[in-house]
């Protein structure tokens, strides 16, 4: 069963600090990776995400984050997190062998001091 | 497209009454995902379907939950009877699976159970 780790639950971090969230995934096979923020009171929305290609991945808000497959990991960076950034970031993944099921990691909090 | 519907946005109720959460997909998707949210447990699965037809409820907690979908523009989560610590908010999401595409989120339903 594909699963997905988050590491770190809780992050703070001042502004123009780098960011650099940690995930890791289960499956050896095929993946597609997703992240996701959920700013506070509000729903999930899509960061970025890889299927295939470039696996360095840029999304939106000047987030990216790096497909690096021998170690199953995904993480996510901003080079300068801002106050708004602000959130919980979710990382999920979908197996090749899992049908469309969508399986998320626990989340990081992170919290940026103006 | 308008997004995900979730109906009711927020709902309170006592403990031991039946609670309908309804959910209308992205008009096309054809793969449909309740998710729970709490504090606790963070963000989890409770059930998905494909076409109409739900894969996998081995995340639903216990047999006061319910899922169905009748039809692909709609889908309903029921729990019947409710506890207080069904308290949580309840995600719905939608997703084509024939394209390769991330999960669209619902602005979720706030559940408190006094």
């Known amino acids: 069963a594909q699963s997905v780790s988050q590491h770190n639950h809780h992050v703070i971090l001042s502004e123009a600090a780098s960011l650099e969230l940690g995930c890791n995934y289960s499956y050896g096979g095929t993946v597609n990776l997703f992240w996701y923020v959920q700013y506070p009171g509000q729903h999930l929305q899509l960061l970025l995400k890889y299927f295939s290609g470039d696996p360095l991945v840029k999304g939106i808000k000047g987030f990216e984050a790096e497909f690096i497959k021998s170690k199953f990991s995904f993480n996510l960076r901003k080079p300068s997190v801002q106050w708004s950034d602000t959130a919980e970031y979710f990382c999920a993944v979908n197996a090749g062998n899992a049908g469309n099921m969508l399986t998320f990691g626990g989340g990081t909090r992170l919290m940026v001091k103006p | 497209d308008a997004g995900v519907i979730q109906s009711p946005r927020h709902e309170v109720t006592e403990m031991g009454q039946e609670v309908t959460l309804r959910c209308k997909p992205i008009?096309?998707?054809?793969?449909l995902f309740w998710y729970r949210q709490t504090m606790m447990r963070g963000l989890e699965l409770l059930i998905y379907f494909n076409n109409n037809v739900p894969i996998d409820d081995s995340g639903m907690p216990e047999d006061r939950f319910s899922a169905k979908m009748p039809n692909a523009s709609f889908s309903t989560l029921k729990i019947q009877p409710s506890e207080p610590r069904d308290s949580a908010v309840y995600f719905c999401?939608?997703?084509?699976?024939?394209?390769?595409?991330?999960?669209?989120f619902g602005q979720g339903t706030r559940l408190t159970v006094v």
């Open positions: 999401a939608s997703r084509q699976s024939t394209v390769s595409t991330e999960a669209f």
């Open positions: 008009s096309g998707h054809n793969s």
